[in-house]
């Protein structure tokens, strides 16, 4: 089935520095939604982008979808020890109720 | 509000032992999932029900089971509780048709020894 991967696994940052993560799917995704996930929380829903190209604003956040739709990124701009957390991708799988999600990027902000 | 509600929170089980997880959601949502994540592995599907009356089979579905109960309700059982289920599980729920975005339970923190 669909896979999406997503990388890097993990990534270390000064506060104040950006940071981005990438999502790759080997097929045409019709959307990509993304999820944060707070340590010892539950993934909480960021954003779906749908559009070929489509680029997405929340605040220091920044959420693209690639022209072919395999793949996005999401930039953080400035980052604050509250971007602490685990950011999943998720593409639609099979008939589109359900999702595939990435393994994840996992950040660690240090003061 | 109270969104999608996960019970128990917490539960540790003996090798063998059965179990049933609970989810509710009152946001009058059609589909609902079963999740698991371990360490490095994101979250994978168990099963879902994309509509009341209907259930299909995920990505890791061998050793558990489901029942939608009602359009509200959507069960997860262990029959015969391993070591290799001790995980985390997380409900979620998602609103009409295809795409839609998933709102997610607090999980369930589950060993089995």
């Known amino acids: 089935g669909q896979q999406v991967m997503q990388i890097p696994q993990y990534q270390h940052v000064q506060e104040g520095e950006d940071f981005t993560t990438y999502c790759n799917s080997s097929?045409?995704?019709?959307?990509i939604q993304w999820y944060k996930q707070r340590p010892g929380g539950h993934p909480v829903f960021l954003i779906q982008l749908v559009k070929s190209g489509e680029v997405k604003k929340q605040k220091r956040l920044t959420f693209q979808f690639g022209e072919a739709k395999k793949n996005s990124s999401l930039h953080i701009t400035a980052t604050q020890t509250t971007d602490v957390g685990t950011y999943f991708c998720a593409g639609p799988k099979g008939s589109g109720y359900a999702l595939n999600f990435g393994k994840g990027t996992s950040l660690l902000v240090t003061p | 509000n109270a969104g999608v509600t996960q019970t128990p929170k917490f539960q540790v089980l003996k090798t063998g032992q059965s179990m049933t997880l609970q989810c509710a959601q009152d946001?009058?949502?059609?589909?609902m999932y079963w999740y698991r994540q371990d360490p490095g592995m994101g979250l994978r599907l168990i099963y879902y029900s994309a509509s009341e009356g209907t259930t299909d089979k995920g990505e890791v579905p061998n050793g558990y089971n489901v029942s939608r109960l009602n359009k509200r309700e959507f069960s997860l059982r262990l029959e015969s509780a391993a070591p290799s289920q001790t995980s985390v599980y997380f409900c979620?729920?998602?609103?009409?048709?295809?795409?839609?975005?998933?709102?997610f339970g607090d999980g369930t923190r589950l060993s089995i020894l």
């Open positions: 946001m009058n949502h059609n589909s």
């Open positions: 097929t045409t995704l019709s959307n």
């Open positions: 979620a729920s998602s609103g009409t048709g295809v795409n839609q975005p998933q709102h």
